[in-house]
């Protein structure tokens, strides 16, 4: 791992050895014959499904303000009881796994915040499943799959293993694990055991859960656009960490930054960032853009917090200027190299 220098702090690098088990046990899933999400039996499994049960009940038994709690918990008794008769029964399956983990982020969620409203997804099937309670069992989940079955969720589903979701117990990594999975088609999902505060918002495990949906839904996307060069978009990510890694700090922070903004926050744009034509883009169009989101969105004001102050100074938007002229300059020297390649 490139980006594990001696100015990274012990819980950074214990984020990024997270994710990059993460990938390795989805690149060891691709390798598989024949495996599919619902039929085939994932031993690895087990022990993060009972971690994830054990520390979700912790947490929701601190859940001592709200009145259906202890009706919660009874009911998360039932959902121990499915997770173990799939252990024993060697049917730990990919997609029910998942499944579970999207159930298990309903049922750690106050009644009366179970809501989408500004939190992503207000679809059909996310909103019968609530309406109706039929997220307590997997079956009444795949029947709502059936009546709905061109969700964005299911087709995240459908697309294992090259497109790997993977829950991660009160996972907001920051900037630079984000940035080292960038383009891997392994997605955290967050499944928190409380409330907490992301992205300049407080979200119970539901909300966070469909707000990561959301973001691996649009980065999928962004993937597949039919004009994108995956090939020479991975080569311009690995090329571009290579030299992250021996920038001084300020300057790092700023294109780790700026790069996440870009790749995590609007993937959409990342056809630009890989074109020849990177300067006169990122003058024209995505800088000022991304300035413009900047003041008004509440996703990008949110990350001012993760930076270091002492690396802001006292001026943000001369930050964020500096950094978007260090972005392009980088960007087109690799560009160009990739091009004379």
Request: glycine share 4%; hydrophobic share 40%.
């Amino acid at each position: 791992m490139a980006l594990l220098n001696q100015g990274m702090d012990s819980v950074l690098i214990q984020r990024i050895h997270a994710l990059h088990s993460a990938v390795d046990l989805a690149t060891h899933w691709r390798k598989q014959k024949a495996i599919t999400a619902d039929q085939t039996h994932l031993p690895r499994l087990k022990g993060p499904l009972k971690n994830t049960l054990k520390t979700l009940e912790r947490g929701m038994k601190a859940q001592i303000d709200f009145s259906d709690t202890p009706k919660r918990l009874q009911l998360l008794q039932r959902f121990k009881k499915e997770a173990h008769l799939r252990i024993r029964t060697n049917r730990l399956t990919y997609r029910w796994w998942i499944l579970f983990n999207f159930r298990l982020a309903i049922l750690a969620t106050p009644r009366e915040y179970r809501r989408f409203k500004g939190y992503h997804f207000p679809e059909p099937f996310f909103m019968s499943l609530l309406e109706s309670g039929d997220w307590v069992t997997h079956e009444g989940v795949e029947r709502a799959h059936n009546v709905y079955p061109e969700n964005a969720f299911d087709h995240l589903l459908r697309q294992f293993p090259k497109v790997v979701l993977t829950p991660v117990l009160d996972g907001e990594f920051g900037l630079i694990p984000s940035n080292q999975i960038a383009l891997t088609r392994v997605y955290p999902l967050g499944l928190n055991t409380h409330q907490m505060h992301v992205d300049t918002r407080m979200m119970y495990p539901l909300h966070f859960f469909g707000h990561d949906i959301t973001h691996a839904v649009v980065r999928e996307k962004a993937l597949n656009l039919p004009e994108l060069s995956l090939s020479h978009v991975q080569a311009f990510h690995e090329r571009f960490l290579q030299e992250l890694s021996k920038l001084p700090a300020r300057k790092r922070i700023q294109l780790e930054y700026y790069y996440f903004l870009i790749t995590h926050e609007r993937p959409l744009l990342f056809l630009d960032v890989v074109s020849i034509r990177t300067g006169w883009l990122f003058e024209t169009r995505i800088h000022p853009y991304l300035k413009d989101r900047l003041q008004e969105d509440r996703d990008f004001n949110g990350w001012r917090g993760v930076l270091p102050s002492r690396l802001i100074a006292s001026n943000f938007d001369t930050f964020f200027d500096e950094a978007g002229r260090a972005f392009v300059d980088l960007a087109s020297k690799i560009n160009q190299t990739l091009i004379q390649e």
